[in-house]
């Protein structure tokens, strides 16, 4: 069968219109709805990153202030390695009492010493000028002044001394030429010594006691923080040979 509608057309426009009203207000009520869901879930992440930013803006502070820390460890061990080598540095050349032990030490009864000169000699040849910098003088400048005043000292120090030598000068009489050359070779044999020079032996002539007249140079080895100073081990062995009296 089929329905019969009695009601006049604007009736069922009417009620058409009201439907699509309520049709339209649920899908605008959805779309609000998806919307705000939309905008909680936004809030939410942008809480959760504002939350992380922080958490990584701390975590850089912390790696800076690390790193600042780090930094100054750094520029405090720099500091102290220099000041130790200036320390070290200082104790070269050898004290001349010890030096004067070494030499003393190997002597026989057939030996007289008449005369016994340490001293720093003048620097043999000149040190090769190192090539000019290529950074410009001001910036070598900073270069330098940031160096340790200790680096800085030391390297002051270097410039005379390295290249001069320190020598001990004898003069003494033999009663015989082995006797001599025994004494001469067991300063040779010393840790102390780098070179023994025998620069000249003559017969006595004139009326003395028998025997030689002789003249020998000595070259001492370099003493702690030189270029060319001997190995560790033997560094701290004479370290503790210092510690001893000098006819100990």
């Not at 089929?2 to 069922?12: C, E, H, N, S, T």
């Amino acid at each position: 069968m089929k329905d019969i509608d009695f009601l006049p057309a604007r009736y069922q426009e009417k009620s058409t219109k009201q439907k699509t009203q309520a049709w339209r207000g649920v899908v605008v009520a959805a779309f609000c709805a998806l919307l705000a869901a939309g905008a909680l879930g936004q809030f939410e992440i942008e809480r959760e990153l504002k939350n992380h930013l922080e958490l990584v803006r701390q975590q850089y502070d912390k790696v800076v202030a690390e790193g600042d820390k780090l930094a100054q460890l750094q520029r405090q061990l720099r500091e102290a390695r220099a000041e130790a080598e200036l320390l070290t540095y200082l104790r070269h050349p050898w004290p001349r009492t010890q030096i004067l032990a070494r030499v003393v030490e190997p002597l026989n009864d057939a030996i007289t010493l008449r005369k016994l000169e340490i001293k720093q000699e003048e620097a043999a040849t000149a040190r090769i000028a190192a090539p000019p910098p290529r950074q410009p003088p001001d910036e070598a400048a900073a270069a330098k002044e940031e160096l340790p005043l200790a680096q800085r000292t030391i390297n002051k120090l270097r410039d005379p001394l390295d290249d001069a030598p320190l020598t001990v000068t004898l003069e003494g009489i033999s009663r015989e030429s082995a006797a001599l050359h025994v004494y001469l070779g067991k300063l040779a044999e010393s840790d102390w010594f780098s070179a023994v020079e025998l620069q000249s032996i003559e017969r006595l002539e004139d009326g003395e006691a028998e025997g030689f007249r002789f003249a020998a140079r000595l070259i001492v080895r370099p003493g702690y923080g030189h270029p060319s100073a001997p190995p560790l081990k033997r560094a701290l062995a004479a370290h503790k040979d210092e510690q001893k009296p000098a006819g100990g």
